[in-house]
């Protein structure tokens, strides 16, 4: 049943963002910048988790879900480190992401060209 | 001047007759469908990462963005991602995968402007604004628990 919630949840969050760029003419860097935003707002008033709760991955692997482990990394670094928190939280808790998406863009980079379109 | 002004409001007029309309319905149908399955698989590789390396959750859901990053900057060193993203739309684009495609991509394009201003710079052409603006918002974020919370 996860499976399921996870498809849904998931599928919905990415419609969302098809409506906004073929309504709107938003390009998709917009709406990313719109999602990740929307994700830390929706995580800090409480509406992004329990998204999470019922969506799993659905919820996580969206971008939204990069912004809700900003906040949530944010908050508790600050519940535990006091204003400093507020600095190095987000960033701590995403730090694998990020770290492993240079990484391995820069040897995809390097490996390979871009195909022919 | 007044003549300039009119022919754009015809060009305007024309381009939005002559311009073909989205097909919201399918485009809708296929990024629900795409973005559907790429979450319900990293659900699938979460529950693995639990089960199988007894990872607690909160590590296994970052370890499972970690490897759909890894998957998704893959795919679009293979030329794949680009191809499912024809069709997907924001199904390709949303999900994370979708951010290592935005970091890989660009990468690749640039890469004959050389290692630092191709690759290294041009990576977060699309990246950055999104990390910008989360960490920003997130930094905002922990500011206002800081202060609520005294």
Known sequence: MTYVYAFIVGGLICVIGQLIM????????HVLVIFVTSGV??????LYEPLVKIGGAGATIPIPG?????????IKAVDENGIIGAFTGGVE????????AIVF??????LFNPKVK | MIKKVESNKKYEEYLKKTQPKPNYFKNCLWAFIV???????????????EKYLNMEHVEATSATVMTMIFIGATLTGLGVYDKIGKRAGAG?????TGF??????????FKREGIIFGVGAKMFILAGPILVHGILASVIVGFIHYFLKR
Request: proline residues 4%.
């Open chain 1, 22 to 29: 073929d309504y709107t003419k938003l390009t998709p860097a």
């Open chain 1, 41 to 46: 707002i929706l995580t800090a008033v409480g």
């Open chain 1, 66 to 74: 990069f912004g809700y482990a900003l906040a949530k990394g944010a």
């Open chain 1, 93 to 100: 808790a995403t730090a694998g992401g990020i770290a492993v």
């Open chain 1, 105 to 110: 863009g820069y040897i995809m980079a390097i």
């Open chain 2, 35 to 49: 973005g559907g399955l790429i979450c319900t698989f990293a659900q699938i590789v979460h529950d693995l990462f």
């Open chain 2, 92 to 96: 390709s684009i949303i999900p994370i």
């Open chain 2, 100 to 109: 290592a495609n935005a970091i890989v991509a660009p990468a690749m394009e």
